[in-house]
């Protein structure tokens, strides 16, 4: 049965979708993560 | 000073600098005239071809032209900080949001009256229905267009590059308009249907967001 | 907090894997349309989703303009953002069940399948509009942005359904009434999907949060810079 293959395609690109979506969330959190260490070495020198 | 003389003044004002110096005008109009001409040589329609396709063309001319002068609508008053003039002064700023719109409002339908006579001759239009009724469709269809063009200018206002994030948010918006406007014409040109429906939808969207305008705008002028 | 964010995540994987195989072996096979109509245990759930995030959107929207709070703010954000995703879903998954069925890729007539792109239209610009502008007033904006687009749902979903009585397009498949094992295979994967984005949310506020307080101690550090 040819129909099968656009089951598959459809389940297939319902996960590529969140992937991608939750790929770019975690170039975020590493982006983030960077910050907040950039800021932690420069905050060593006493606020005020 | 009442709603109406700040709204009169504010106007009277615009459309005589848009007057003097015909930017605006001079723009769509160029705008529009292209437009016309490129579509009548790519598709060169006969003239039951083109009662099917000529709503759809001219009110995507007139969107794509109604965006030169909205844009310019606020761009105008950040200049000479017009605009923070306003801000603290005691009045009321619906009235400026009522005179830029209905400012826009006369210039887009100054356009469409000169452009009318250009597609009739390019498209050899000639409407089986009652003609008439495309004024009110171009009346409501336009002051649907122009109501979210001049408030979304102002929000795009906050925005970097501007010019780019007007049309991003008005187009999605005013796809129902848009659909209604063009699916009217087309009802009277062809004749078959009537375009009552599409009227009705057209004064739904207007009286929902004229009053969603007005309720709004001082917070967006407000913000920044 | 942690603790929980764990707990969901279990349980969304625990429960998609279930609803996949309660989609893809359980469920019994659609009499006309075969095994394509399994589509619809991911196409409607994802809908469903969106929808209610797009209402929640709205909601957290009307909230912050009343009250000024900045949770408000990043709810109305994140759903925003995640019901695009699964708005996509929609979209993609749609024409891949319409194209064996109705033997189209797109019918432009089709009411929901319509409403839901001009949907995704509109939040695509609003989230557009939050990346573009970035003074401290973006908020407010938005969120004004947020409720006219609310406003322009309604007249989008008259407007084609006026567009399709009068261009005849293809019937919605299946008809009629749900088979009762269908519905449950349904609501399980509808569930499923629910705390996907559940947990995706939760996880998406945590990164906004963190992210505005990253801002913030990076605006504090340029000035103390700055007055030195």
Request: net charge positive.
């Amino acid at each position: 049965m040819n129909s099968i293959r656009y089951l598959y395609a459809a389940y297939a690109a319902t996960w590529a979708i969140h992937g991608t979506y939750l790929l770019i969330l975690l170039r975020r959190y590493a982006q983030i993560r960077r910050d907040m260490q950039r800021l932690k070495r420069g905050e060593r020198q006493p606020l005020a | 000073m009442s709603f109406l003389a700040i709204t009169r003044s504010t106007l009277a004002k615009d459309i005589r600098i848009e007057w003097r110096s015909k930017d605006a005008l001079n723009a769509m109009l160029f705008f529009g005239l292209l437009v016309v001409v490129i579509f009548s040589f790519a598709f060169d329609p006969t003239a039951e071809e083109s009662r099917r396709i000529a709503g759809g063309l001219i009110w995507v001319a007139i969107l794509f032209a109604a965006v030169v002068a909205l844009n310019q609508t606020w761009a105008r008053e950040l200049r000479n900080q017009v605009l923070d003039g306003y801000r603290v002064s005691a009045a009321p700023c619906t009235p400026l949001f009522m005179a830029k719109a209905l400012g826009n409002f006369i210039f887009v339908i100054t356009i469409e009256a000169l452009m009318a006579p250009l597609f009739i001759a390019f498209y050899k239009l000639r409407a089986l229905g009652p003609a008439w009724e495309l004024l009110p469709v171009a009346l409501l269809g336009t002051w649907a267009l122009v109501v979210n063009g001049t408030f979304f200018a102002a929000v795009s206002l906050r925005t970097r590059s501007r010019e780019i994030m007007l049309p991003l948010l008005l187009f999605p918006l005013s796809i129902p308009a848009l659909l209604a406007m063009v699916n009217a014409t087309t009802a009277i040109l062809s004749g078959e249907e009537s375009p009552r429906f599409w009227v009705a939808l057209l004064i739904a969207y207007d009286v929902i967001f004229t009053t969603a305008c007005l309720l709004t705008f001082e917070m967006i002028l407000e913000a920044e | 907090m942690k603790r929980g964010l764990t707990f969901l995540g279990v349980l969304t994987g625990l429960l998609l894997s279930f609803a996949l195989y309660e989609a893809l072996v359980a469920a019994p096979t659609e009499r006309t349309m075969g095994d394509v109509q399994r589509i619809f245990y991911y196409h409607v759930p994802s809908a469903w989703t969106a929808l209610l995030l797009f209402l929640i959107n709205f909601a957290a929207s009307v909230i912050f303009l009343l009250r000024r709070n900045t949770k408000a703010d990043i709810v109305a954000l994140v759903s925003a953002e995640v019901g695009v995703v699964f708005c996509t879903v929609v979209l993609v998954t749609g024409p891949i069940w319409a194209r064996p069925v109705w033997g189209i890729w797109w019918a432009p007539g089709d009411i929901r399948l319509t409403t839901t792109l001009v949907l995704w239209l509109i939040y695509l610009s609003y989230l557009v509009l939050r990346r573009f502008s970035n003074s401290s007033q973006t908020p407010v904006v938005a969120a004004v942005v947020a409720i006219f687009g609310a406003l322009d749902v309604p007249l989008v979903y008259f407007s084609i359904w006026f567009f399709r009585t009068q261009h005849p397009s293809p019937v919605i498949g299946g008809g009629g009434s749900l088979d009762r094992q269908m519905a449950m295979v349904l609501l399980i994967n509808w569930a499923a999907f629910l705390c996907l984005a559940g947990l995706v949310c939760w996880t998406r506020y945590l990164l906004e949060v963190a992210k505005r307080e990253v801002d913030e101690a990076e605006a504090l550090e340029t000035l103390y810079e700055g007055s030195r």
